[in-house]
């Protein structure tokens, strides 16, 4: 417990040092707050590293709001979702080597790829539109 709640701190520090990408919508931002959460997950699995993301959209949303309508936090949580499960499963299933490791990580960032791209454009974009008042 104790080291998840650091993680979440370290994730909580990690997402304030965002930045916005180059000729992209301003609310398409980079920032390394996952990183713990995948610390969490293959040290403590899966449950950690989704209460590292979960506590820290909270405590973002509580510290600093949102500008998004609560829509970057949805879709920062579908995304790093999209990358835990398959990132866990194929770890798990290779029976948590050094080898596992890299090809789950592989695995889960193309699965997080795809899927992000369908989310966003299915799912978040027409949301934020709509909260934004665009549509």
Request: glycine letters at 4%; proline letters at 7%.
């Given at each position: 417990m104790?080291?998840?709640?650091?993680?979440?701190?370290?994730?909580?520090?990690?997402?304030?040092?965002e930045f916005s990408l180059p000729m992209?919508?301003?609310?398409?931002?980079?920032?390394?707050?996952?990183?713990?959460?995948?610390?969490a997950l293959f040290s403590l699995g899966p449950v950690s590293a989704a209460l590292v993301e979960?506590?820290?959209?909270?405590?973002?949303?509580v510290t600093v709001g949102t500008n998004t309508d609560y829509v970057g936090e949805l879709a920062n949580l579908l995304g790093i979702v999209l990358f835990i499960l398959?990132?866990?499963?194929?770890?798990?299933?290779?029976?948590?080597?050094?080898?596992a490791v890299i090809v789950s990580l592989i695995v889960g960032i193309l699965i997080r790829t795809v899927f992000a791209c369908f989310c966003n454009?299915?799912?978040?974009?027409p949301l934020y539109a709509k909260a934004m008042g665009m549509r």
């Open positions: 104790v080291l998840t709640a650091m993680l979440v701190g370290l994730a909580g520090a990690l997402m304030s040092l992209m919508p301003p609310f398409y931002k980079i920032d390394f707050s996952d990183v713990p959460s995948i610390i979960v506590i820290k959209l909270i405590v973002k949303v398959p990132t866990w499963f194929v770890y798990k299933k290779m029976n948590k080597t050094r080898k454009a299915c799912i978040t974009l």
